[in-house]
């Protein structure tokens, strides 16, 4: 098997035949599987892809979740079960072109050093610019800027990804974290003419929290600093309000400056503990060790679940 190309797939029921059509067209000189990983889809997607499966056996693969466990879960479940001595990871809304996908495998198998290759849409978004200037200041490990999940890489660098068994996930940093020698490639972002997107500003938000909690403890460090420079102001603004009173006789303001001081002081540990939180709250879902996902159903996969 020469490439194995996953499609993580969620609600995308108005652009699934004309990707694999696409797919199709574009590698039929190659010998590749398309796995789909239908992530709890609640439209006709699964539907859709069984009668994919049916009319091309050879080289559709479909993994069914018992529900949503989110883009990450799909990735990793594609990894698990891809075979080919290639791997490539391509959206199901039509917007990256697999035509991309051939020109970074040509560009592989030109270069035998090279690891992985990454694509960089032309297009780049404020709260996307925004996103990888804020990880790449908190975070330990630097992301190239707007480089996404769209890429094609080697077996040692899907062995490499396998070998990190968390269940919070964030495969840009992972895909950094790793290593491995990597070319940047662009390519043209087409606009979305069907279906709807499914990562709404909220889930950006989400997004990038996770990205930045896995990677980095600097949010923790930076809270310390901070919290003890206020400790340190407090104490200078406490001193000067004993000299003022005690030393000089003058009557200290008092009401307003300790309502300040109080509120002040109280909103920084809010925001504190929801930073710790957030830490604790990944800790404590790791201890439980729960699988990133729980299939259903699969086919054209070996030991198919009924």
């Not at 002040?264 to 504190?272: H, K």
């Amino acid at each position: 098997m020469k490439l194995s190309i996953i499609v993580p797939s969620f609600n995308e029921e108005e652009t699934l035949n004309e990707l694999y059509n696409e797919l199709i067209k574009t590698f039929k000189e190659i010998n590749f599987e398309i796995i789909f990983v239908n992530d709890g889809s609640f439209d006709n997607t699964f539907k859709i892809l069984k009668d994919l499966y049916g009319q091309d056996k050879e080289r559709v693969r479909v993994i069914n979740f018992s529900r949503n466990f989110g883009k990450e879960a799909s990735i990793y479940a594609g990894l698990k079960n891809s075979k080919g001595e290639y791997t490539s990871i391509i959206d199901a809304d039509l917007q990256q072109e697999p035509k991309y996908l051939l020109k970074a495998l040509k560009f592989l198998e030109e270069n035998e050093t090279t690891d992985m290759v990454a694509l960089i849409p032309d297009k780049k978004s404020f709260f996307s610019n925004m996103f990888y200037k804020t990880i790449n200041v908190l975070s330990d490990i630097k992301l190239k800027n707007n480089a996404s999940d769209f890429r094609i890489f080697r077996e040692n660098v899907k062995n490499a990804c396998l070998m990190i068994g968390e269940s919070n996930r964030f495969s840009k940093g992972i895909f950094s974290w790793i290593g491995f020698d990597t070319y940047y490639m662009e390519y043209k972002l087409k606009e979305r003419k069907k279906g709807k997107t499914k990562f709404s500003f909220r889930k950006k938000i989400s997004y990038a929290i996770d990205g930045i909690t896995a990677f980095s403890v600097k949010p923790l460090r930076i809270a310390g600093k901070i919290g003890l420079l206020i400790t340190i102001i407090c104490f200078i603004y406490l001193a000067y309000i004993i000299v003022k009173t005690i030393l000089l006789g003058a009557k200290t303001p008092g009401f307003a400056t300790l309502a300040c001081l109080v509120l002040f002081s109280m909103g920084i540990e809010l925001i504190f503990m929801g930073i710790i939180g957030e830490y604790l709250s990944k800790t404590f879902i790791e201890t439980k060790k729960r699988p990133p996902y729980i299939e259903k159903s699969r086919f054209g996969l070996d030991e198919d679940i009924l």
